[in-house]
């Protein structure tokens, strides 16, 4: 069965220090890729979707970043963490036939710039 | 652009039912789903319709959807305290695979 992990679970981390979260996903292959975020109190706005290693499309323009440097796996970056960037960071996925475009979510990263 | 529009909030007593609705703008879109999120957790899907239905049950729930008015609901029956969470409606933007999520409804039950 397929399952999708992330970490850290929770982070606290200073305004203007790096930040690198990390998804994962388990018995797919070739999967879609997304981030999310969402802030308190916000819905989920759309960062980054991934249709293949190496192929990133960015929703929003801010200073996150991500990469995907394995079929498998995505990763989520900024060079210097802002207040805003605080929230709930969410990583899912999709298969690429079969489900109807059925995401499935992992368990989240919970973010605290200070 | 795309865009999912539904309320904020919705309180229901338990027992009665809860109609949670969303508006969506993409006409080609081929799914509309329902999420369910609890405290502190990911998102779960709860059911989704393909744009060729008008309606889809599936126990205590009931999806209607008009393409005309480009409009979905979500029905949930006998309402129970744990049914209180955030339900996300979203559209699939079949051109680029991308899924477009609502802003969520928070759904309180009163006792």
């Known amino acids: 069965s397929q399952t999708i992990h992330q970490w850290p679970a929770t982070l606290v981390q200073p305004v203007g220090s790096p930040l690198s979260l990390e998804c994962t996903v388990e018995?797919?292959?070739?999967?879609?890729l997304y981030w999310y975020r969402q802030a308190a109190g916000r819905g989920l706005q759309l960062l980054f979707y991934?249709?293949?290693?190496?192929?990133i499309s960015s929703e929003v323009p801010q200073n996150l970043s991500a990469s995907r440097p394995q079929d498998r796996q995505f990763i989520l970056s900024s060079k210097k963490l802002l207040l805003s960037d605080s929230g709930f960071y969410l990583c899912?996925?999709?298969?690429?036939?079969?489900?109807?475009?059925?995401?499935?979510f992992g368990p989240g990263t919970r973010l605290t710039v200070t | 652009g795309e865009d999912v529009e539904q309320s904020l909030f919705l309180s229901v007593r338990e027992g009665d039912s809860s109609v949670i609705n969303c508006t969506y703008t993409d006409s080609s879109s081929t799914y509309l789903y329902w999420y369910k999120q609890e405290p502190g957790a990911g998102l779960q899907l709860l059911t989704y319709i393909f744009s060729n239905m008008d309606m889809k049950q599936d126990q205590r729930l009931t999806v209607l959807l008009n393409k005309k008015d480009k409009h979905l609901s979500l029905r949930i029956a006998d309402t129970q305290t744990g049914d209180s969470a955030i339900y996300f409606c979203?559209?699939?933007?079949?051109?680029?695979?991308?899924?477009?999520f609502g802003k969520g409804t928070r759904l309180h039950i009163l006792p």
């Open positions: 018995g797919t292959s070739n999967p879609n």
């Open positions: 991934s249709v293949g290693i190496g192929q």
């Open positions: 899912a996925w999709t298969g690429t036939s079969g489900d109807p475009y059925e995401q499935y």
């Open positions: 979203a559209e699939v933007v079949s051109r680029d695979d991308k899924i477009i």
